[in-house]
């Protein structure tokens, strides 16, 4: 199931309603610096893996800000594995089995829970959360471990939505960034998945 495959970038639906577009702007950079060979290497290890749904719809289960920075980069393919062939089944059974599996996760950029049907029809439309930059950032300089638990990042987003206002967030991205390092890495963290403290 796991064989490598190629669709365009625009055809994958997401899973999520939001990505962190300071994020998604780091690895849009890195893409375009490289060349054509480097990028194609890169994107198929880092291949995104995928979920066919009804009316053999690809939706993504992970990667989604490779995906869109991808888009943004002006990638036009990419590189994909099948995680299980959900074509077969009708729309109500096919999320009831996502959401099982921890595959959808349609939370806002506020925290809060929406249905299915709001999630986005294409990567273009996902919306901006901060917090899940925050989270990136706060992992990427050591502040929590990367695991393969489903959706950490947002675990970790909203802890610190409910940690760090947003004032501070927006006003001091940098300040905000030593600020949730040490409060993931404080006895506060301890239970959210690749606690590091």
């Not at 959401?99 to 249905?115: A, F, I, Q, Y």
């Not at 050591?142 to 675990?155: L, M, S, W």
Request: aromatic share 10%.
């Amino acid at each position: 199931m796991s064989k490598l495959k190629r669709a365009p970038i625009q055809s994958l639906y997401p899973t999520q309603l939001t990505v962190g577009m300071l994020e998604v702007e780091v690895k849009r950079k890195r893409l375009i610096e490289l060349s054509p060979e480097q990028r194609e290497a890169f994107l198929e290890a880092h291949p995104m893996p995928v979920v066919i749904g009804p009316a053999y719809r690809l939706y993504i289960t992970d990667h989604h800000h490779l995906a869109r920075a991808a888009l943004e980069a002006r990638v036009k393919e990419a590189c994909f594995s099948v995680e299980a062939d959900f074509s077969s089944m009708r729309p109500d059974k096919f999320w009831l089995e996502m959401n099982k599996r921890s595959w959808v996760h349609p939370l806002d950029e506020n925290g809060v829970r929406h249905s299915y049907s709001f999630l986005p029809e294409n990567l273009k439309k996902l919306v901006d959360d901060v917090y899940r930059s925050l989270a990136g950032f706060v992992r990427d300089a050591g502040g929590f471990r990367k695991t393969d638990a489903a959706f950490v990042e947002f675990i970790w987003a909203d802890f610190f939505r409910r940690n760090i206002a947003i004032e501070e967030v927006t006003s001091d991205f940098r300040g905000a960034v030593r600020h949730a390092k040490r409060l993931a890495q404080s006895p506060l963290a301890k239970r959210i998945p690749g606690y590091a403290g």
